[in-house]
C-alpha cells in the first residue's frame, strides 16, 4: 500500500500470469486493475478483428470480445427495480452498436467506449480501452 498525497492509497498486486490478474480484477468489481506488458497485444487482436470484419455483426462480435474481457458488469439483485438511467444508456448503447458497420466506424465505437463507462453497474477493470 502506497500513500500519495492527501488520503489517497492504492493498491497493487502483481501476478506473473494474467489470467490470475483478471480473476482478481473481476472478483473485486474492479478494484485492482488488471496491469500486464502484453495490454497493448490484446489491443493489436482486438484491431485486427476490427479491421478484418467484413460487416456490422463482425465488428460488434469483435467489441463484444473486448468488453466482456475488459468490463465487470454487476447483476441486479432479484426482485430489484431496474436501473432508468442503466436503461437509457443501455439503448443508447444498441442504437450505436448499428452503426458500427457504417464507414470506419470509429466513431460510433469511441463513442460506444464512452458509454460503457456511464453504465451505473459497469465498471471497467483494463483501463487501455
Not at 500500500?1 to 473481476?26: D, E, F, P, S, W
Not at 488488471?34 to 497485444?41: D, V
Not at 431496474?82 to 443508447?92: F, R, Y
Request: positive net charge; glycine residues 8%; aromatic residues 6%.
Amino acid at each position: 500500500m502506497v500513500n500519495i498525497g492527501r488520503c489517497l492509497t492504492t493498491q497493487a498486486a502483481i501476478h506473473c500470469r494474467k489470467g490470475a490478474c483478471y480473476r482478481l480484477a473481476r472478483a473485486t468489481s474492479g478494484g485492482f486493475q488488471a496491469i500486464e506488458e502484453m495490454a497493448a497485444g490484446r489491443l493489436q487482436s482486438f484491431a485486427v478483428a476490427w479491421d478484418a470484419s467484413p460487416d456490422n455483426a463482425s465488428r460488434l462480435a469483435a467489441v463484444k470480445s473486448l468488453i466482456e474481457e475488459c468490463i465487470n458488469k454487476k447483476q441486479a439483485q432479484e426482485g430489484e427495480a431496474p436501473d432508468p438511467e442503466d436503461e437509457a444508456v443501455a439503448a443508447e448503447m444498441n442504437a450505436l452498436a448499428k452503426t458500427l458497420g457504417e464507414g470506419t466506424g470509429a466513431v460510433s465505437l469511441k463513442k460506444l467506449f464512452g458509454l460503457a463507462r456511464k453504465r451505473p453497474r459497469w465498471r471497467i477493470f483494463r483501463g487501455e480501452i
